[in-house]
């Protein structure tokens, strides 16, 4: 089958890591990104955006397009109607998302042949969009466990409990603040900005790095805890890809899967009261209690292994693939 991946984001990880594996097993796929932001992506670039895409396919027309966040749903959207190319479009929590951005994956969402949720967690949400229920399949994020392994080299750190998450629009203030009344940890946060002033960020135990996807095994790998909030972009996939590696998951949010990924007191722990305080009481007695991360990570790894490997949700999204094509045909 010949696959169009639409994204935002350059050197989207998921889409990526999916794209390969589809090829892997025999698909044909080409991704297209452009950088339009996705809160308020410039007019003229999205333009410029669907043009190229229109120009692509007409000349060589995808069996199906797969289109990710809702500024590249759009996009496809625009683009692939005029050429009756089946559109598959994967949704994200529109929870705190700007009017805007919900008028738009309601339309993308009403028109696309089939709408992946990433967790049962979503259908409520697409279903107030007057989405089908027949229209939508439940496919969850995948990890490599082929990169993300419990064995594999480490990113040097020094004596101080490392504590990990991510964060693409500024280091979680809650997080930083927990972290600080903690005697003996550092906070490593990737592909945020730098930390904003503050005890925490003026004693040097936050630290800002960015992390290629090469080199994101490593830096997980390194850490004692990784905690997924409402911060992280999509904050199942980083969970998955701790648990692949061996390392023990908080979490703070439920969006996007998260209840479903983080199995409390399974594979880590879900704090039972919001803000600092709950995040220094379940974050100190996880790094007082190593056996307790250890059996979590033994934990992680089953799961992930039995429920979110990246082959299986590639064989699960060509089957998805496959009945938007049936039922633009028909």
């Given at each position: 089958?010949?696959?169009?991946?639409?994204?935002?984001?350059?050197?989207?990880?998921?889409?990526?890591?999916?794209?390969?594996?589809?090829?892997?097993?025999?698909?044909?796929?080409?991704?297209?990104?452009?950088?339009?932001?996705?809160?308020?992506?410039?007019?003229?670039?999205?333009?410029?955006?669907?043009?190229?895409?229109?120009?692509?396919?007409?000349?060589?027309?995808?069996?199906?397009?797969?289109?990710?966040r809702w500024t590249s749903g759009l996009a496809a959207?625009?683009?692939?109607?005029?050429?009756?190319?089946?559109?598959?479009?994967?949704?994200?929590?529109?929870?705190?998302?700007?009017?805007?951005?919900?008028?738009?994956?309601?339309?993308?969402?009403?028109?696309?042949?089939?709408?992946?949720?990433?967790?049962?967690?979503?259908?409520?949400?697409?279903?107030?969009?007057?989405?089908?229920?027949?229209?939508?399949?439940?496919?969850?994020?995948?990890?490599?466990?082929?990169?993300?392994?419990?064995?594999?080299?480490?990113?040097?750190?020094?004596?101080?409990?490392?504590?990990?998450?991510?964060?693409?629009?500024?280091?979680?203030?809650?997080?930083?603040?927990?972290?600080?009344?903690?005697?003996?940890?550092?906070?490593?946060?990737?592909?945020?900005?730098?930390?904003?002033?503050?005890?925490?960020?003026?004693?040097?135990?936050?630290?800002?790095?960015?992390?290629?996807?090469?080199?994101?095994?490593?830096?997980?790998?390194?850490?004692?805890?990784?905690?997924?909030?409402?911060?992280?972009?999509?904050?199942?996939?980083?969970?998955?890809?701790?648990?692949?590696?061996?390392?023990?998951?908080?979490?703070?949010?439920?969006?996007?899967?998260?209840?479903?990924?983080?199995?409390?007191?399974?594979?880590?722990?879900?704090?039972?009261?919001?803000?600092?305080?709950?995040?220094?009481?379940?974050?100190?007695?996880?790094?007082?209690?190593?056996?307790?991360?250890?059996?979590?990570?033994?934990?992680?790894?089953?799961?992930?292994?039995?429920?979110?490997?990246?082959?299986?949700?590639?064989?699960?999204?060509?089957?998805?693939?496959?009945?938007?094509?049936?039922?633009?045909?028909?």
């Amino acid at each position: 089958m010949r696959i169009a991946m639409v994204t935002s984001v350059e050197s989207d990880l998921p889409v990526v890591d999916l794209s390969g594996a589809l090829t892997g097993s025999g698909h044909h796929v080409v991704v297209h990104s452009t950088r339009a932001a996705e809160e308020s992506g410039p007019q003229r670039q999205l333009e410029s955006f669907v043009a190229a895409l229109r120009e692509s396919w007409a000349a060589e027309p995808p069996d199906v397009v797969h289109a990710h966040r809702w500024t590249s749903g759009l996009a496809a959207m625009v683009a692939a109607r005029p050429l009756d190319i089946p559109i598959v479009h994967t949704y994200q929590d529109t929870t705190r998302a700007p009017a805007e951005r919900v008028d738009v994956e309601r339309a993308v969402c009403r028109s696309a042949a089939r709408v992946v949720a990433t967790s049962d967690d979503d259908l409520p949400a697409l279903l107030r969009l007057g989405v089908r229920r027949a229209s939508i399949a439940v496919v969850p994020y995948g990890v490599d466990w082929n990169r993300f392994t419990p064995d594999g080299p480490r990113v040097p750190r020094g004596s101080a409990h490392r504590i990990l998450t991510a964060a693409s629009h500024g280091v979680p203030r809650e997080l930083v603040a927990a972290v600080h009344a903690l005697p003996d940890a550092e906070l490593v946060v990737f592909d945020g900005p730098p930390p904003a002033a503050g005890p925490a960020a003026a004693d040097g135990r936050v630290v800002r790095v960015q992390a290629g996807p090469g080199d994101l095994p490593a830096l997980v790998r390194s850490a004692d805890i990784v905690v997924c909030g409402p911060w992280c972009d999509r904050p199942s996939i980083l969970a998955m890809q701790a648990m692949a590696c061996g390392v023990a998951v908080v979490s703070t949010t439920s969006v996007g899967g998260m209840s479903d990924v983080v199995v409390h007191r399974v594979a880590g722990m879900v704090p039972a009261q919001g803000g600092p305080g709950g995040l220094v009481r379940v974050l100190s007695g996880l790094l007082a209690d190593h056996a307790r991360r250890e059996a979590y990570a033994i934990a992680g790894i089953d799961r992930v292994l039995a429920r979110y490997g990246l082959d299986r949700v590639a064989e699960d999204i060509a089957d998805v693939y496959a009945s938007a094509v049936r039922r633009e045909g028909s």
